[in-house]
Structure formats: C-alpha cells, structure tokens
C-alpha cells in the first residue's frame, strides 16, 4: 500500500471511528443511567429522571412527561406558600424564574425509599431553616417561590390538570389565615379551575366548627388538618363534632399521617415539632368512629405504611394520597388494597412534581389500569368531577 493511500485510509477509519465511538460512549452512558433506574432504582439529580422513556428534557432542562394517553392528572398533595406567624405574605400570583424546593432534588436519590430519606442532615437543616423562616420577620426566598404561576408551570409540564392546595392551620395567635389567602388568591387568578381548595382547621380549638360551616359555605372541597404542626392527636375526643360536621356535609377530611423519620429534639425539656401526633397509631378510633366521614392518610402513612394499609383494609372511608412512598411500597398498595384508593400526590414544593410522577410510572409499568386511576380516575371519582 502508497503511504498516501495508508494515510487517507487510516484517516478515513478515524473519522468514523470517533462518531462510532463517541455514539457508543453515549449510548452506554444513556443505557446505564436508564437500567440503573430500572433495576436499582437510583438517580443522580432530576436531569438523570430525563434518562427514563417517561420523559423529555426542555431547553431549559426541566422534564416533560411524554407518556401516551396519559394526560389530566390530579396532585391530591401541593401546597402554595406556607408562611405563617411573623413571616409575611408573599404575592402568590408572582412569577417567578425558578422554584426553589424545601428539600434540594439534585442529589443521589433512589426512588425506592420514603422520600425524604434521600436528603442529607445538612439538607433536612437547611429545610428547617426555610420553615423557621417562612415563620419570621423578612420571610423565606424559598417560599417566596411557592405560587399559583410557578404550581401551573410544573403542573402543564407533567400533564397535571388540578392540583388539590393544602394550607395548614398552625393553631398559633396570629398570622394564620392561610386558607383566606389562599382563597383569594385562587380566585383572583382566574385560573381556580385548575385547583381544589381546601380550608385548614385544628380540629380541637374552638372555632374549629365554625370554620367547616365557613369554608363549606364558600365552596371548599375538603379539609386539611396537620396534627403536628397543630399540636393535637386525631383521636382526641376534642376533634369528634368537627369530623361529624365534615362528614355531613361530604367534606373530606385530609390529614398528614404517620412518622417520617424526624429527629425530634427537646429545647427546654419542650419538643417544639414532634411527630408524635401524627403516629399512625392515632387514626384507626376516629376513621372507625366516623364511617359516613371519608378520610385521606396523605403520604399514605409515610413510614409508617404497612399500619396504614392496614387501617384502609379495614375502613372503606379511607383513602390514601401516595406522596413520598417507594416504587416497590406503592406496588405493594395497588397489590394489598387494591388501585381504587389510591392517589396521585406530589407534595409540592417541598419536592419538584417530576419525582412522585415517575415513581408512580415505574411502580406501574405493567399495570396501566392502575397507572391511570391512581394518576386521575380514582381523584375525579372522590372529588366529583
Ligand atoms: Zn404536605
């Protein structure tokens, strides 16, 4: 062979070997990251979720959900900013550029344990950094973030078509009238069909039934009720007349329930938050005693699940909003209880959307029946839509 001719050819192999090579490198990265998801069930930050067929990646690098005749889907679990006290109120039809989460989603996460496990103690801090500032004077510019522009962004982008708004009656002297804002704010953003608001009530306190009269009379659909950030235990006889009156008039009854995994700490010998009220041991009284009462375990129990399911095996009037739980605990769910109960939450924004949303999808790859009612059909039927 010319060494001319060795050269061009030798050349010629080059260049098609760099692309050959470079397509393969990125296949290979590509393939990896997608079975990893699929058989450990871990990710490296929200971009990697762009890895699984579910989704596309935005110019912008946000996902899209691209799933077939999967569309209209109910987030049974989101809030709007959650400050109270001290901490101002932040304009909830602001947009702005980025939303800033209570937990950071660009970490090593699996999709396979109670949500918040994948954070970091440095991380749970900074969380209760933003809560204790969304408490005070000058509020948090992560809660700031938190409003009706920047829910409709995420939800249009993961084919959500209502999101149900949770604000929480913290049962402090002032600063908590979350639920008015929220109500006019809604209103006022000439996009209320997009949501299902609901009132947040302590169910002890006083004024506990006139709150359900009030907010049932303006058209809420439900009530939320917090039992830690309240201070009260769901089965405290105290709370028995407000779950009759919401049972009356067909609200719904939607609580944070069991532990998370908190580490509670004591400040004077005096737990400030704790996570002994919501123990799941605290529902089964109430949701037996109340039976015309329909009841949502929002986070379906959290860690505490298996007790949870247990609950909705023996209460019909239980439903379960699925937000923080693994794919392998939600395939358990659909196995033990059956899909009708089931559904979709996302908790926003302690959490982007994107998340709860593919674990839904993994956990449902080969049940797409389940897959559609637990992302919408089963919320329409409860909500009457
Ligand atoms: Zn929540």
New binding site residues.
């Given amino acids: 062979m010319k060494r001319r001719t060795f050269i061009s050819s030798a050349a010629k192999a080059a260049m098609l070997a760099v692309p050959t090579l470079m397509f393969r490198n990125l296949a290979w990265a590509a393939k990896s990251a997608y079975s990893r998801m699929m058989q450990m069930r871990t990710y490296n930050g929200i971009s990697d979720l762009g890895e699984l067929p579910y989704f596309e990646l935005t110019g912008s690098g946000r996902l899209r959900m691209i799933v077939e005749g999967l569309e209209g889907g109910i987030d049974g679990?989101t809030?709007l900013c959650l400050n109270a006290l001290a901490g101002g109120t932040p304009d909830l039809m602001k947009r702005h550029p980025k939303t800033q989460y209570y937990l950071p989603p660009n970490i090593n996460s699996s999709l396979d344990v109670y949500i918040n496990q994948n954070a970091g103690a440095e991380d749970k801090k900074k969380m209760t950094g933003v809560i204790i500032d969304s408490l005070t004077p000058g509020g948090s510019d992560v809660t700031d973030t938190h409003t009706i522009p920047n829910l409709i962004e995420e939800m249009d982008r993961l084919k959500i078509e209502k999101a149900v708004v949770?604000p929480v009656r913290m049962g402090i002297p002032f600063g908590d009238d979350m639920t008015e804002r929220y109500m006019q704010a809604v209103r006022s953003s000439g996009q209320e069909e997009r949501f299902i608001l609901c009132g947040g009530i302590e169910p002890t306190l006083d004024d506990a039934l006139e709150k359900i009269e009030t907010y049932n009379r303006a058209g809420l659909r439900g009530i939320k009720l917090h039992p830690n950030f309240g201070r009260f235990f769901p089965n405290d006889k105290k709370a028995w007349p407000a779950y009759e009156l919401c049972g009356k008039f067909d609200l719904p009854v939607l609580i944070?329930s069991g532990r998370t995994g908190f580490k509670e700490r004591k400040t004077l010998g005096f737990k400030l938050y704790t996570e002994d009220f919501a123990d799941i041991g605290n529902f089964e009284e109430p949701i037996a005693a109340f039976p015309d009462t329909r009841f949502v375990l929002?986070?379906s129990g959290a860690m505490q699940n298996e007790q949870a399911i247990k609950i909705a095996k023996n209460n019909k009037n239980v439903w379960m909003d699925i937000?923080g739980q693994g794919v392998t605990n939600i395939q358990t769910m659909i196995r033990e209880l059956g899909p009708e109960r089931l559904m979709y939450g996302s908790?926003w924004a302690?959490y982007p959307e994107a998340i709860m949303v593919a674990r839904l999808l993994l956990a449902t790859e080969h049940d797409k029946s389940a897959r559609r009612m637990i992302f919408r059909d089963n919320a329409r039927r409860f909500w009457k839509l």
């Fill in positions: 679990h809030h949770l944070h929002c986070h937000h908790d302690f």
